[in-house]
Nanobody, 123 residues
Framework: VQLQASGGGLVQAGESLTLSCVDSRRTFNNNGVGWFRQGPETEREFVAG????????NYADSVKGRFTISRNKAKNTVYLQMANLKSEDTGVYYC?????????????????WGQGTLVTVSS
């Protein structure tokens, strides 16, 4: 598994952004995938997760109703659609492939990590 996250940028509060996570080795289709973020003054935190098939997802309370995680197995890509962005969403967003097939919120359960993409939300 080799993950590459992209799609970050500078947006205004209330705007939307979609992040992508591609597995260039095309091997993470059997793994749960999660998105994490780390703000300027915060520790890395779980944002959203999706199971191997895409049939189940979970979200941090802070993003429920605003963010949507999905995956396209044919493209070996997992997406994070972010709507109604807030300044507190600012941070580096990382995608990660879990050790197993299910989405989990604990970072220790993820084996492979992408390099991160920066999202900056100005108020």
């Amino acid at each position: 598994v080799q993950l590459q996250a992209s799609g970050g940028g500078l947006v205004q509060a209330g705007e939307s952004l979609t992040l992508s996570c591609v597995d260039s080795r095309r091997t993470f289709n059997n793994n749960g995938v999660g998105w994490f973020r780390q703000g300027p003054e915060t520790e890395r935190e779980f944002v959203a997760g999706i199971n191997w098939s895409g049939s189940d997802t979970n979200y941090a309370d802070s993003v429920k109703g605003r963010f949507t995680i999905s995956r396209n197995k044919a493209k070996n890509t997992v997406y994070l659609q972010m709507a109604n962005l807030k300044s507190e969403d600012t941070g580096v967003y990382y995608c990660a492939a879990a050790r197993g097939a299910w989405m989990v919120s604990a970072a220790r359960e993820y084996r492979y990590w992408g390099q991160g993409t920066l999202v900056t939300v100005s108020s």
